[in-house]
């Protein structure tokens, strides 16, 4: 894990008096169900979050919070077994029409017109997302074509264009090559132009750079800020990496056990987390600057298996704020600190005046 740049910086409350932002995508109380032989697990458990047109909102919180299914709904691919258990996922669409995505056929011409064109992902694998006997032209030149409906020359064209952006070198030669004459640095770039080749509005990035050495994650990281500023993309990047965040995110949602427990700018969150879970994993990464022997905190426990729910706050035995008699008994609810700001934490009521 890399260490967080600037952990001190001043808070940035400047989103909170200035007019929010315009979502592309507004998703309020999602619940999402995966059925498994041990019974359904609720991997999503009623998140409210938005994408901000030209945002980046980055997903946080250690492996089962839910993270991915969360990223999977908005294109309404889940696994098999899952479903949309409740609440609605609104994406604007290009006339400015309001696109509920939960209520699509996720095997639907319209939702199958979204994915590619104006939402895309990548993930963790890219090996996963690309075919291993089709070379990269052929794998990107089709997809191009259907969606933006160009002739075989202009798709090529645009493919080159697009690998050639994600610095691949000599482009026009590597379109001929198959997924495993690339390392997987590039393969990765391969998948961002792919990803990117429909000029998508939305993308969604689940741990693009986790399986990448420090170097290739912080180009691709750039490279993603560079396509966010020329094109206006908004982002959606899942990572447990906080160093990741510090870089790349304009806003955060902490997740623990398919909930989202605070949520705010990056300044906020880094500057001044009220969250017990959400300061327990800034105390978890090195910080620089710091000094040599400074310890890092592991997060005590585990996180519960999703069969297996705490009473109350979630968070409770793990929490070393916990309030005997209250933690484990009441459900915290939302409380609002801003427009944006909200943090799932009995401590925090009252108008969130008191830390955590
Ligand atoms: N295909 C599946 N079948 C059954 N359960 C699943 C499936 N995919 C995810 N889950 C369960 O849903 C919950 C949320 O998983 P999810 O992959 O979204 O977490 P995550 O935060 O992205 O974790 P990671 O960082 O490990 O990917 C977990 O309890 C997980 O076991």
């Given at each position: 894990m890399r260490p967080i740049p600037m952990l001190e910086r001043a808070p940035d409350f400047s989103m909170n008096v200035a007019a929010p932002p315009e979502a592309l995508v507004t998703v309020q109380d999602l619940k999402v169900q995966i059925g498994t032989d041990d019974g359904v697990v609720r991997a999503v458990d009623g998140v409210t979050f938005d994408v901000p047109r030209g945002r980046t909102l980055c997903l946080v919180g250690?492996?089962?919070?839910g993270k991915s299914i969360t990223g999977r709904a908005l294109m309404n691919l889940?696994?098999?077994?899952?479903?949309?258990a409740g609440g609605r996922i609104t994406y604007s669409g290009r006339s400015g029409e309001a696109i509920d995505i939960g209520a699509l056929?996720?095997?639907?011409?319209q939702i199958r017109s979204l994915r590619g064109k104006e939402i895309s992902l990548i993930s963790q694998e890219p090996m996963a997302a690309l075919?291993?006997?089709?070379t990269i032209g052929q794998q990107i030149v089709p997809v191009v074509r259907r969606h933006l409906g160009l002739s075989k020359r202009e798709a090529e064209a645009r493919a080159v264009e697009m690998l050639g952006r994600v610095g691949i070198p000599r482009p026009a030669e590597r379109l001929?090559?198959?997924?495993?004459?690339?390392?997987g640095g590039m393969r990765q770039r391969v998948c961002i132009a792919l990803a990117l080749s429909c000029q998508p509005r939305l993308l969604i990035a689940d741990?693009?750079?986790?399986?990448?050495?420090v170097t290739t994650q912080a180009n691709i990281i750039d490279l993603l800020q560079e396509l966010q500023r020329e094109d206006g993309l908004s982002i959606l990047f899942i990572t447990h990496d906080l160093g990741v965040v510090a870089e790349i995110a304009d806003d955060v949602a902490v997740m623990y056990l398919g909930k989202i427990v605070e949520r705010g700018t990056v300044d906020e969150i880094f500057a001044?987390?009220?969250h017990p879970y959400t300061q327990a994993l800034l105390k978890s990464v090195p910080r620089l600057g710091?000094?040599?022997n400074t310890r890092l905190a592991a997060i005590r426990?585990?996180?519960?298996s999703p069969f297996d729910r705490p009473t109350g706050c979630d968070f409770h035995p793990r929490c070393d704020l916990a309030i005997k008699g209250l933690c484990e008994s009441e459900d915290p609810g939302t409380t609002m600190l801003g427009p944006r700001r909200d943090v799932r934490c009995v401590l925090q009521r009252n108008g969130g005046a008191g830390h955590a």
């Open positions: 250690e492996s089962g919070s889940l696994p098999p077994s899952g479903r949309i056929d996720p095997r639907g011409k075919s291993p006997v089709h001929g090559n198959y997924p495993f004459e690339f390392s741990e693009p750079t986790t399986a990448l050495d001044d987390p009220r710091a000094g040599r426990g585990m996180v519960p």
